[in-house]
């Protein structure tokens, strides 16, 4: 994940060749990652209920892949747009499996959510930036809103969570 990150920063340092570099490397290794996880969730079976929330490590790649991509190359061409749309697809599938993600009593597992949620938000604000249509805005906004409620109700489980701790006498 880190390799993708370096793109979004390195060319403003001039550090162009090693963007690239950690570019290809962090979308080749997404490549190889993939496949992976989708046998173990087809083949093996589901993942234990508290361990289900780190599903949502799917969604942050491609998101930040093509804001990464579009950094380094200027252009929002076929592979970004296949990344961003990807994306979206992961992130339709995730939404559909909401109740099934969240079946576990809380546990700091669920703050898995936060930082995907905010790479798609991130990663559609960036598309709307781009590209300006009023329906890339739409979703940046949708995005935003559905990030922002998940972190709200994220920090509110967890002092919830620490209450409750504290209550029964034990530590935070």
């Given at each position: 994940m880190g390799g993708i990150l370096v793109p979004l920063s390195g060319p403003q340092l001039g550090y162009h060749a090693a963007a690239w570099f950690f570019l290809c490397i962090g979308l080749l290794l997404w490549l190889f990652l993939m496949p992976i996880l989708l046998a173990r969730l087809?083949?093996?079976?589901?993942?234990?209920?508290?361990?289900?929330?780190?599903?949502?490590?799917?969604?942050?790649?491609?998101?930040?892949?093509?804001v990464s991509y579009v950094t380094?190359?200027?252009?929002?061409?076929?592979?970004?747009?296949?990344?961003?749309?990807?994306?979206?697809?992961?992130?339709?599938?995730l939404l559909s499996l909401t109740r099934s993600l969240t079946r576990s009593s809380f546990n700091m597992s669920w703050w898995a959510f936060s930082f995907p949620t905010a790479a798609c938000s991130g990663s559609c604000s960036f598309m709307a930036l781009q590209t300006g249509a009023p329906a890339a805005q739409g979703l940046a906004?949708?995005?935003?809103?559905?990030?922002?409620?998940?972190?709200?109700?994220?920090?509110?489980?967890?002092?919830?969570?620490?209450?409750?701790?504290?209550?029964?006498?034990?530590?935070?």
């Open positions: 087809i083949f093996v079976g589901p993942l234990p209920p508290a361990a289900q929330p780190s599903l949502l490590i799917l969604l942050p790649l491609p998101a930040l892949g093509m380094m190359s200027g252009q929002l061409d076929v592979f970004a747009i296949s990344l961003f749309t990807l994306m979206l697809f992961i992130a339709v599938i906004l949708a995005a935003l809103l559905i990030c922002s409620v998940v972190i709200l109700g994220l920090l509110l489980k967890t002092i919830v969570a620490i209450g409750e701790t504290i209550l029964r006498g034990g530590r935070p």
